[in-house]
């Protein structure tokens, strides 16, 4: 059994998925807010409210100041953004608590956290190859794929150009692959830092 | 069954409420944040009379014995000592301030259950307890006082005990599934547990002192019966408690720290055997854990039949003291899935 996860930080972010979560603990790492941040994934956008639910059980839940929630934005943004703040609200959290939601890839984009990526990731010395390879198995397509379905496909092909071929996305940011510091991520990187900027004076500064 | 449970000023809770109840609640939470305690309030709130004290029956407890370390002396059961006043009683009030009445209530919309609650208070120096419409007054170390009315009795509720029972008591208790011609009924309990048992019987072999009860596990050629002595503790203790469950008419069970003595193999089968009792038989079922393995078996052991089974979450809370969050299958799954700390 893994160690199971208690709240620990009076901030929490939470991703989607095991993968998500490795992903936002590098992303913490590398703004050096290890200390600061505690990351989660609440297992899918199903799940969402179940999880947010059985947060407030938890043993040192009254610790917590700060919850920045991910999702993807996958074809609408506003859908997706109006779906988790319905969440949210239905979570019914007490007032020492702000929830503040993160829609990726960023505002009004459709795609999810793959989009960041391939942005930050497209002057790599084997983007070429990469890009030959998609136009390449397109043509192999039966049905088109969605613009998410595609991101993902980069993704992998991206993925299987590094040293270590066999990662998955959060594993290769665990691994420092993603230059966070690339501009793709300022608006996920300047909502990391707002979470903990909430903590100190009550307000989210994005 | 019984739907919602409140308590007031009782232990640690200044006010508690846990709804809804389930048909099995397992009751989970950090380290004396009151587990027991909600086990004992559902006892108390189940008794005809909470201070009664069976003189001849030493097998069921009175309220100080019931979970907790007593200074009773067995052999003078009937007796209520000052150590038990200082030591146990006075301990139901709220910040031990007896000045202020506690109260224990469960309620039920399932006929033909009704609600039952008591009143504590100290007056003149002994406590005393009240029924919610005044009818029946108790007082420690006193025989009851009624109304015109008697009310009628309060649901029959079992403790399962921590330890092993004497094997002796087992077989008297297997004798009398034996009356009741339910044996093979019994069998089919602990072949959900050990599904080597075809059979089991109560005999006294000759030159031996105690009758005890006897299992075909088909072992070795002869297919010799076995002691149940010999059975694993989680069977053993299966065996005694499915066959007090079934002679005793017992409606609410408790049980608490239920991994206590299983290996954590067992626990998804006893999960099972219990929860199939428990629907045949319309029994709830209250249980305590400090065990993420055993939450996690009653939650597959009840995947079939989720709208059974609840976990009742207990933690510390700025505003109310003690919080209780009652957990259905979906939060449960969630809580495993992600990993989440749910004792």
């Known amino acids: ?206 | 069954m019984y739907d919602k449970l409140t308590v007031s000023h009782f232990r640690a809770f200044e006010r508690l409420e846990v709804a809804p109840l389930h048909r099995v609640n397992l009751i989970a939470g950090g380290n004396n944040v009151g587990k027991t305690s909600v086990l004992e309030a559902v006892w108390l709130a189940l008794q005809d009379n909470p201070f009664f004290v069976a003189q001849d029956n030493p097998i069921r407890l009175s309220a100080p014995s019931l979970f907790r370390r007593s200074a009773t002396d067995n052999s003078d059961l009937a007796k209520t000592t000052q150590d038990d006043v200082d030591n146990f009683w006075k301990w139901l009030f709220y910040q031990k301030d007896i000045s202020h009445p506690f109260s224990v209530r469960l309620e039920s919309s399932s006929f033909p259950l009704s609600s039952q609650q008591w009143t504590f208070s100290f007056k003149d120096g002994l406590l005393g307890a009240k029924d919610s419409n005044d009818d029946v007054h108790c007082t420690l170390g006193q025989a009851s006082s009624f109304s015109m009315t008697l009310p009628p009795p309060r649901p029959e509720c079992t403790v399962l005990p921590a330890c092993l029972a004497s094997p002796v008591v087992d077989a008297e208790r297997v004798n009398n599934v034996s009356v009741l011609n339910r044996e093979p009924e019994l069998a089919e309990y602990l072949r959900m547990i050990d599904p080597r048992i075809t059979n089991l019987k109560y005999l006294k072999l000759s030159g031996h002192k105690h009758p005890y009860v006897y299992v075909d596990v088909g072992f070795g050629k002869g297919k010799e019966l076995i002691p149940a002595t010999q059975l694993g503790q989680g069977t053993a203790r299966m065996l005694g408690l499915f066959a007090s469950l079934m002679t005793e008419g017992t409606q609410i069970l408790l049980i608490d720290e239920f991994e206590n003595g299983l290996q954590h193999d067992a626990l998804v089968p006893i999960w099972s055997a219990l929860g199939k009792f428990a629907r045949e038989h319309d029994v709830q079922i209250f249980a305590t854990t400090h065990s993420y393995e055993c939450i996690a078996a009653a939650h597959e052991a009840f995947s079939e039949n989720a709208e059974d089974f609840a976990v009742i979450k207990l933690r510390p809370d700025p505003a109310c003291g003690i919080a209780a969050f009652v957990l259905d299958h979906a939060h449960v799954d969630v809580a495993l899935k992600t990993e989440l700390e749910i004792r």
Not at chain 1, 69 to 82: F, M, N, P, S
Not at chain 1, 113 to 128: C, F, H, K, N
């Open chain 1, 1 to 206: 059994m893994n160690k199971l996860v208690s709240i620990e930080k009076s901030v929490l972010l939470i991703g989607e998925s095991r993968d998500e979560e490795l992903f936002f603990s590098a992303l913490v790492r590398h703004l050096g807010l290890s200390d600061l941040i505690q990351v989660a994934q609440y297992g899918g956008t199903p799940k969402l409210a179940a999880f947010l639910a059985d947060l407030q059980t938890q043993t040192t839940f009254p610790i917590i100041r700060v919850i920045g929630i991910t999702r993807d934005a996958d074809v609408k943004y506003d859908a997706a953004l109006t779906s988790v703040n319905a969440v949210i609200q239905q979570a019914n959290f007490p007032n020492t608590v702000q929830v503040v939601p993160f829609v990726l890839p960023k505002e009004n984009s459709s795609g999810a956290l793959e989009a960041l990526v391939l942005d930050a990731v497209s002057s790599a010395p084997a983007w070429p190859c990469v890009e030959r390879f998609m136009e390449c198995v397109a043509s192999n397509d039966t049905t088109p794929l969605s613009l998410t379905e595609t991101d993902k496909r980069h993704i992998h092909a991206w993925l299987s150009t590094l040293p270590d071929p066999e990662l998955r996305l959060g594993e290769a940011a665990q691994k420092k692959y993603v230059p966070f510091d690339r501009p793709a991520f300022q608006p996920l990187t300047n909502f990391v830092k707002s979470l903990v900027s909430a903590t100190e004076d009550g307000i989210p500064h994005v």
